[in-house]
């Protein structure tokens, strides 16, 4: 709509509820952009999470050493129930198999590459689930990884901070400090 000012020169008329439009989009699109930052989870060796502790970084599945954000330097890469090779996703560099809380060698799901085994957070070697057997439990409430089944404060071996990881991200994690 166009209209008329004192001097008799024309000029659009903007109604009120397009700058709301405009205030409502670019407030959706920070708050798209901060939850973006927010779907990532660090990992520590120190409880206090210090920056100089501060040993790897998973972004949307990427596991990154250190404080780098660029994906292409990820070490692994967790997606579809799979932990490939560095930033990739393609079937030449899958490394393990996720399947049912059980984790196997390459694209296999045979007994005889079964590795490790998760159930409830506790990461058992091999097709066992007895307490025996876990190697390590992760608490996501308190966003720690302990050794063996524990919950014990002084036994916490890594210190997570953001999202919670899901079972394929907990594996990379555990590979890429060596655990595994």
């Known amino acids: 709509m166009i209209a008329l000012n004192s001097e008799r020169h024309l000029y659009p ?6 700058k709301n439009m ?3 989009f670019l407030f959706t699109l920070l708050l ?3 939850t973006g930052v927010k779907a990532q989870t660090y990992v520590y060796t120190d409880e206090h999470l210090s920056f100089d502790k501060l040993i790897f970084n998973v972004s949307n599945g990427h596991v990154i050493p250190g404080r780098m954000d660029l994906w292409s330097d990820a070490v692994l890469t ?3 129930n799979k932990i490939y090779k560095g930033f990739s996703t393609i079937g030449f560099d899958i490394l393990y198999t996720l399947e049912d809380g059980k984790l196997y060698i390459g694209e296999s ?5 079964l590795l490790y085994t998760i159930k409830n957070g506790k990461v058992y ?14 608490d996501g409430i308190t966003n720690k990884i302990f050794k063996r089944d524990s919950n ?4 916490a071996v890594l210190f997570l901070q953001g999202k919670m990881l899901n079972q394929e991200e907990l594996f990379a994690v555990l590979f890429a400090t060596e655990m595994l």
Not at 13 to 18: A, F, G, K, R
């Open 22 to 24: 405009i205030k409502t």
């Open 125 to 138: 070697k091999g097709d066992s689930t007895m307490m025996m057997d876990c190697l390590y439990t992760y």
């Open 109 to 113: 799901t045979f007994s005889s590459d």
């Open 152 to 155: 014990f404060p002084l036994d």
């Open 32 to 34: 798209l952009v901060l």
């Open 78 to 80: 967790a997606s579809d």
């Open 13 to 18: 008329i903007t109604e009120p509820n397009e």
